[in-house]
């Protein structure tokens, strides 16, 4: 078997290039490069055949993200499963399935079955979630049971996975020479440090490194490295800890190219603002240019209950300055498991956020999208208006011709096209 | 009568300066001087004992505005004074009441009634609206009646105004010489514009300025200059007639500043996000740094239904480079007139948007809120975690010291804290 970066740095075009040329609108050369140099990933394993190819990186445009999964608290695979339909109509690109409840192995074989959307997991969960059920003690989880978690879900077809690799003993020791608001935050990454913490050793997915591209590189299973010390608060962001990991990730995102298997570098997570810009180019930079998957930011904390919009707003501008990918951020987020309805509230914004960074970037089909809406806006066309909605379900009570109910019979469009002939001007 | 900026050109410190430099956490000086040059205004009219005074412009937190106001399709003074309540309790500091319904002048008395906060009207409305239900023709509209509603809406304690003196003649004429995809979308600067094309004449509200500046100073009404021109779409972000009226706008913010009259500056509207910084700072220089109010601006035209979502990425944004107030805006926008669950809705994430523009301009008191909050989410303190939220209504099914359900007893948080022994850092 190989990998598609693999076939690009023989410039050997592969249908999934073909496929995701044609569907971003780019020429098949600037494809075979990307993929060559690694800035762009395409999310599909090799054995999983109907699932719909999906590139990530440099010159695409910005996907997202939709993680679902059973927790202990509320293991339903049917509601599951409804979450699996809402997201495919609500329009993310990609999901990942984060269970943790019961029967986590008949859950992902059933998302699978699912839906032709590329689907990551992190199977450090499966695995930890085995050393503290049993043993209550994640010190207790071994190697060979994590690689075999994550050998058996490649085989089920799970296309990429995030892998804590980056939270090593020297990354941990920065952590604690340092001190941090809210240490980590990433089940992964808190799981694997407190397991340094009571065995002394190395993080086994660091240690074991090569053994674990080998491994996925028989299926073409992107990695996609976790950022176990990501900022879990906005006066954390941007500190010692995290860049300490995010250069561990730099070097490990040069092993993989080289081995030819595909990876992509997750980041931040709670990031004030200003400092979005720079943290966005500094990852880039330390990670040279790898896809990059950012799990918010969120601008603030003291939003919890609206943390889909705090995460609209870092990552409009994060992938403005760079970021190719945004998970999902639910209004559910630091107080509970998502519901359906929020899932699909979590979609909706992380796609404003996608489409108004691809808008700011300059993509001519975004910028026609934008026009089309506006010209019918401007004639009172409400199916227009629908048909370039990103979601169409919120019209009500209004008909083709009038105005709505803001402003009724003084709506400033009605006015000035009575007075005024003139049509849209017609920039496109 | 005197104003603010009258005052404090002759470095008087009135009640009002002393209460918003205890508020905002700066010196008397400062207030001093910066309502002396203008770039701060203190909206309060003086005719109105008991508003609270609130300072608006450079260096102070950002504000926000919520806008209500029966319309012709839904006129009841109920859901209006409703509104008022959940304006109060959901923390915005500043109203408009923009009512095109029946009854205007009472409902006008019945909100200011029922409030403390600054209110702000459009007095246009008013006048247009008459001109439009006898005549059905805005050409009607006579400089009297506009001036005498604006003079009516003073003496009732009105503490700032919108009006659109910068929908020239010149600036009608750009607009027709450059066409636009959605032309005027200001329901005030339509009607100007269309006043102006019909009758050949300068709209009164430029021509006769100065007798404006007297009969606004006699009240210390701020005046904010409405930008009847801002772009309705993202496709005109930036164009010739926007800039135009901006420099007009500019020559009035001089002209009311020698004239001893507080005065704002209204700002767009649709901008993509890659545009905002430029086109806040271009205001800003065009306008002498008078205080700027937005509205929105929102990063996308194609979110329908979620444009308090949009407005949140682009206010943020634009707070951050230099505006000072934002107009919320609900996600009825562009749909019809919203509900009281809407308008509270719109004031979350405004302030969202205004919180986080603080936290990044280093405001002090806005980076203890999101530590606090931090500090409490570390240790699962959820009572904690209530009092600093913006919303303290979300927590459901959370218990002080246990995980939520999202995680369990996977929680990263009691993970971390089982294995390491250290404190928050304390980094405040």
Excluded at 296 to 310: C, K, N, Q, R, S
Excluded at 339 to 360: N, P, T, Y
Aim: charged fraction near 25%; glycine fraction near 8%.
């Amino acid at each position: 078997m190989t990998t598609q970066i693999i076939e690009a740095k023989n410039r050997r075009l592969t249908p999934e290039m073909e496929a995701v040329a044609l569907k971003e609108g780019v020429s098949k050369e600037e494809i075979l490069d990307k993929v060559a140099s690694g800035r762009v990933v395409i999310l599909k394993n090799n054995r999983r055949a109907d699932v719909i190819p999906t590139a990530v990186g440099e010159g695409m445009t910005v996907k997202i993200n939709a993680n679902i999964g059973t927790s202990m608290e509320r293991s339903g695979l049917a509601e599951e499963l409804d979450k699996v339909k809402v997201i495919e109509s609500a329009g993310a690109d990609v999901l990942m399935d984060l269970s943790t409840g019961d029967n986590i192995d008949e859950t992902r074989k059933a998302i699978i079955s699912a839906t032709k959307l590329p689907i990551g997991t992190v199977p450090m969960y499966q695995a930890g979630k085995e050393a503290i059920d049993i043993y209550n003690d994640i010190s207790k989880l071994s190697k060979d049971k994590l690689f075999s978690d994550i050998e058996k879900q490649c085989k089920d077809g799970i296309d990429f996975i995030t892998v804590h690799c980056g939270v090593t003993k020297f990354v941990v020791d920065q952590l604690e020479k340092q001190g941090r608001v809210t240490d980590i935050v990433s089940r992964g990454g808190s799981m694997l440090a407190c397991w340094i913490k009571a065995t002394g050793r190395e993080n086994p997915l660091y240690e074991y490194y090569d053994e674990l591209l080998e491994l996925v590189r028989e299926y073409d299973c992107t990695l996609s490295l976790g950022d176990g010390l990501r900022p879990g608060c906005t006066a954390d962001a941007g500190d010692r800890a995290q860049v300490a990991e995010t250069m561990v990730l730099g070097e490990l995102v040069k092993r993989a190219r080289e081995a030819g298997v595909q990876t992509m570098v997750e980041g931040p997570g709670h990031v004030p603002l200003n400092k979005i810009p720079a943290m966005i180019e500094t990852i880039k930079v330390l990670t040279d240019y790898a896809p990059l998957y950012v799990l918010g930011p969120l601008v603030t904390d003291i939003a919890p209950g609206y943390d889909h919009i705090t995460a609209a707003i870092g990552g409009t501008l994060a992938a403005y300055h760079g970021a190719d990918f945004l998970c999902y951020v639910t209004p559910a987020e630091h107080i509970g498991l998502p519901d359906v309805k929020q899932v699909r509230e979590g979609i909706i914004s992380s796609k404003i956020a996608a489409h108004a960074a691809d808008l700011a970037r300059g993509n001519k089909k975004a910028y026609e999208m934008d026009y089309n809406m506006s010209v019918a806006r401007k004639t009172l066309d409400w199916e227009g208006q629908k048909k370039y909605a990103i979601d169409k379900c919120v019209f009500h009570n209004v008909a083709d011709g009038k105005p709505c109910t803001m402003c009724g019979k003084y709506c400033s469009m009605k006015i000035f096209n009575e007075y005024f002939s003139k049509d849209a001007a017609g920039m496109i």
